[in-house]
């Protein structure tokens, strides 16, 4: 679920003398000699808070030029009472739907906040910059386009969240089965709680004893550097989030390959293209008909969609162009 985030910081550490990584845990990655990850993982949460304050203090007596919080408001909240007295700016990057009483509180504390476009961060603010939302587009390399006419073959990648809209792609597909769709569905990715693990079980109920199976099928997660390749397999990605703008479609973009989604936040992404992409969240019935009306678009079409994607991907959602936005924040405040 994380990997994605490496490819960021081997970014901003092209654009800085030195990038300190502050982590519950360090895992695999090749960032570059300027990185040096500072872990505060611990079996308890006043441990783990402790570590943090004692690893941001240690950082923040070399003055760096910011500090910046990537998806934790809590993470905001300790850094900004020891940065901002010693003039040090602090950044929140926030891709997501919910209000939280602690992002309003970090809300109120940091000098910026950072998302991928005002539809993916929930509260209106002037403190607001939007970056696009930072694909490694090197890594996704156009796939090729699979020949039109046999079955289709569509991916639904992301956690087993409830709010992944999981229910709604499952009523369409099988809807649109019924009407003569020829076409498969793999199901892929962790279920990172006790909650995510029985809604995938529950998902895996439904598909083997109903009219789903032999259609559908559930595959384990997969490191993020094996995502590119995975994704040569299909025909499209389809997501039915409702909420954040979920990267693992720019990524597919990135790759080319067409994506159908229902978040008006991908109205700019997929707007003109030759297939139409969009549904309305939670209506299974224009998944369907959004569904059938792609099996009958050709591989030219397909083709010529997934280009045009991965231009807009290049253009605004980038690794370099996100970074570039961080260090031209980081800029402004500093002045």
């Known amino acids: 679920m994380l990997g994605a985030t490496v490819p960021m910081l081997r970014a901003l550490a092209r654009r800085s003398e030195r990038l300190t990584v502050l982590a519950l845990a360090e895992g695999r990655h090749d960032l570059p000699p300027n990185v040096e990850v500072r872990t505060f993982g611990a079996p ?19 003055r760096p030029d910011a500090v910046v919080a990537h998806m934790g408001a809590v993470y905001a909240i300790a ?15 926030w891709t997501h739907w919910s209000v939280t009483r602690s992002l309003k509180v970090a809300m109120a504390l940091t000098s910026r906040v950072l998302s991928v476009d005002a539809t993916s961060f929930p509260l209106a603010s002037p403190k607001l910059r939007t970056l696009g939302h930072g694909v490694d587009v090197e890594a996704f390399a156009p796939v090729p386009a699979r020949p039109d006419g046999g079955t289709l073959e569509l991916l639904l990648l992301g956690r087993f969240a409830r709010t992944k809209g999981i229910d709604v792609v499952l009523d369409g597909f099988e809807a649109a089965v019924r009407e ?22 529950s998902i895996s109920r439904r598909i083997a004893e109903g009219p789903l ?44 390959l067409p994506v159908i989604v229902c978040s008006p936040g991908f109205d700019e992404l997929l707007r003109d293209l030759p297939v ?24 030219e079409a397909r083709r010529a969609a997934g280009v045009e ?15 570039d936005g961080i260090a031209a924040c980081v800029g402004e405040l500093r002045a």
Not at 216 to 221: L, Y
Not at 310 to 322: D, G, L
């Open 309 to 323: 994607l991965r231009k807009r991907v290049v253009a605004a959602h980038s690794t370099e162009t996100w970074a």
């Open 79 to 93: 850094a900004a009472p020891l940065a901002l007295p010693l003039r040090v700016p602090v950044l929140l990057w």
């Open 180 to 201: 003569g769709l020829e076409a498969r569905l793999e199901l892929r990715g962790p279920a990172a709680t006790a909650a995510e693990e029985a809604y995938r079980s």
């Open 276 to 299: 139409e992409g969009r549904f309305r969240c939670g209506d299974a019935d224009d998944l369907k008909r959004r569904l059938l009306e792609f099996s009958r678009s050709s591989t």
């Open 44 to 62: 308890s949460r006043v441990g783990r808070t402790a570590r943090l304050l004692r690893e941001l203090a240690t950082v923040l007596v070399r």
């Open 213 to 256: 199976a032999g259609r559908v099928r559930i595959e384990p997660p997969l490191p993020w550097s094996r995502v590119p390749s995975v994704l040569t397999r299909f025909d499209a990605l389809v997501n039915a989030h409702a909420g954040t703008l979920d990267k693992v479609v720019y990524e597919a973009a990135a790759a080319t």
